[in-house]
């Protein structure tokens, strides 16, 4: 798991610096081997584990996993929340979308993904919940975030316009 926080260190470190304006990180499921945990017993990959059938071990494992990808998310926002940049801190300038391509990958349904969007200037601390059956899609999220860069847009793959909900602080 080290690496893992090392990668979430290297990102803040890179934006402090101006080094880059945009990263990609892939927490690889499919190819993982079983982890490491302090005080847990992980007995799968993340993978395997996911395709839990409800079966209350594999469950427990996969809890203690995303906790802990929890906490270094968190460590991240906090992070960029410490480092101030003229009248705003990093985070305010800094657009961090976290999330999944399955909704369920126990049996890989792709809907209702579940997404965490953070910094950038959004008024944010909230908990944003959609029509499960009827939801408009995730490009619209896509779409205010390019309007947030300044780029002149309506569009983005199947978007039908910006996201509800989400409005500048």
């Known amino acids: 798991m080290e690496k893992v926080r090392l990668m979430y260190d290297l990102a ?5 610096t101006d080094s880059t304006r945009s990263i990609a990180l892939l927490l690889d499921s499919v190819n993982s081997p079983a982890i490491d945990m302090d005080g847990i017993k992980i007995t799968d990959g ?6 839990h059938g409800r079966s209350k071990p594999k ?3 996969l809890r203690a996993i995303d906790e802990w990808h929890m906490k270094l998310l968190g460590d991240l926002f906090t992070g960029l929340k410490n480092v101030r940049e003229g009248d705003a801190t990093l985070l305010d300038r800094t657009m961090v979308l976290y999330g999944s391509n399955l909704g369920n990958a126990n049996t890989h349904v ?3 993904l579940p997404t965490i969007f953070a910094g950038g200037g959004f008024k944010h601390g909230q908990h944003l919940a959609f029509d499960r059956e009827r ?7 896509f779409v ?11 569009t983005f793959a199947s978007a039908s316009g910006t996201m509800r909900g989400l409005e500048m602080a």
């Not at 205010?144 to 309506?154: A, H, K, N, P, V």
């Open 110 to 112: 792709t809907t209702n």
């Open 135 to 141: 939801n408009y899609p995730l490009p619209n999220l």
């Open 144 to 154: 205010s975030m390019l309007q947030r860069m300044g780029i002149e847009t309506d």
């Open 12 to 16: 803040r470190l890179a934006f402090e």
């Open 59 to 61: 469950l427990a494992q």
């Open 46 to 51: 993340y993978h395997n584990l996911s395709h």
